[in-house]
């Protein structure tokens, strides 16, 4: 997420929702004004943990994911999977059932190997995994894959309505930032499916989480729970509470090697309506003025804050606590700097290699396209789609209707031509 809100920024996009797509699951995450929602807590299998977490949702949808039949009739789409080992029939490591790779394989949507080389397609052991879904329900072989990805496709679009349309957000607001091994394959069909306008695939999707790591600064949060209702604040012992946990913050980022130039102090404060057992974080600016001003002006946010996340709020009639307040201590790392590249032409003819044979359902058949190597691609290149650009670590399909243009910052920027 922390890479996917660098490379949109760099894109010149800020409210984003990320796509995470790998061989098991596909996890989602809304951004705005270019910062992730946190969470004051989460779970982790079956265990509650109290500590701040990124937002996230994740769905059993991914290249891994096998079709089943349901009562021998209704097609089902994970969440079980094959893994890396077996993996998906076409990489003939043993694997046999049908997966949503094997789909894509059959579909033409997969050229004739992966990771520059180094794993070759099985097609025919593809058609004969999908084949045992297309038989059954008496499909064509293209029918039954293009059915399977589509129910795929609608596992991954609920996932994005989770964190969007059930929080009062339009995901046509937004660009599609899509990664991980699978995102870029499936980017543009699933961004078809939610009327979506933009798709950015960062530079080398399959690390752009690990890239992330690079770019997130040490981390450390203070927190002291202090319950008092907002007619009974005590700000002197707001204020000493504010100022231990700076005191701490500072003494261990210190501790870890971090000059005073190199800490960044952020305060905050967890608050409810009375009676409720969970809280809204607020941020707070307590050098902008007085502490009572501070936890005031967080107050009235606080109304504004509920009712943007639950869709009401309770401002006049009932009275707010406050339940924590806290320091969050950054240490502010070297981002690694990203060169930007000279813009050129528009032509990108001298990055195709060849052309595919692929069925998109807007063509409701298989159609010839382009063949692109995302590395033989400069800034400023437009492809028009259907297309296909490969990279050593993901493949991007491109759909009828929509263009592809590299930036000047490595990213391609997928547009619909009526945009």
């Known amino acids: ?58 769905v059993g949808a991914g290249g891994g994911s096998i079709a089943w039949l349901a009562g021998g009739r209704s097609l089902k789409v994970g969440p079980e999977s094959a893994g890396a080992m077996p993996g998906p029939a076409c990489y003939s490591r043993g694997g046999e059932e049908p997966t949503v790779t094997d789909a894509n394989a059959v579909l033409g949507r997969l050229t004739t190997s992966l990771a520059g080389g180094d794993v070759d397609l099985d097609y025919e052991k593809a058609q004969s995994a999908i084949e045992k879904i297309a038989a059954p329900l008496g499909l064509e072989l293209t029918d039954a894959a293009d059915g399977i990805l589509r129910i795929a496709i609608e596992n991954m679009a609920a996932g994005i309505r989770t964190v969007s349309v059930k929080r009062g957000r339009d995901p046509r607001d937004y660009a599609l930032v899509a990664f991980g091994g699978a995102g870029p394959l499936h980017a543009c069909y699933l961004a078809d499916w939610l009327g979506m306008k933009t798709v950015i695939i960062p530079p080398s999707p399959g690390v752009t989480s690990a890239y992330g790591l690079l770019l997130t600064d040490v981390r450390i949060d203070a927190v002291h729970t202090s319950v008092q209702r907002e007619d009974a604040l005590n700000f002197k ?51 902008s003025g007085s502490i009572d001003e501070c936890m005031r002006t967080a107050i009235s946010g606080f109304h504004s804050a509920h009712q943007d996340l639950y869709g009401y709020s309770y401002e006049g009639r009932e009275l707010v606590e406050i339940v924590n307040v806290g320091v969050t201590g950054l240490g502010l790392l070297q981002r690694p700097k990203i060169p930007k590249m000279k813009l050129s032409g528009k032509d990108a003819t001298a990055a195709q290699r060849g052309t595919a044979s692929v069925y998109f359902p807007q063509t409701a058949g298989k159609v010839d396209c382009a063949i692109y190597v995302r ?14 650009i490969e990279q050593y670590d993901s493949t991007t399909v491109l759909n009828p209707g929509w263009t592809a243009r590299a930036d000047e910052w490595g990213c391609i920027v997928l547009g619909v031509d009526d945009a």
């Open 237 to 287: 012992e707001i204020e000493i509470h504010f100022s231990e946990l700076e005191d701490r913050v500072k003494t261990s980022l210190t501790n870890e090697g971090f000059k005073s130039d190199k800490i960044q102090l952020k305060y905050f404060v967890d608050m409810r309506y009375g009676g409720q057992a969970y809280e809204v974080r607020l941020p707070i600016v307590i050098e």
């Open 375 to 388: 590395e033989r691609l400069s800034a400023g290149n437009e492809i028009k789609g259907p297309a296909i």
């Open 1 to 58: 997420v922390i890479a996917a809100c660098h490379f949109g920024g760099l894109s010149g996009y800020k409210d984003l929702i990320c796509f995470d797509v790998g061989g098991t699951s596909a996890d989602i995450c809304l951004v705005e004004e270019g910062q992730p929602r946190m969470l004051t807590e989460g779970r982790v299998d079956i265990y509650d943990v109290k500590t701040p977490m990124i937002d996230m949702h994740t």
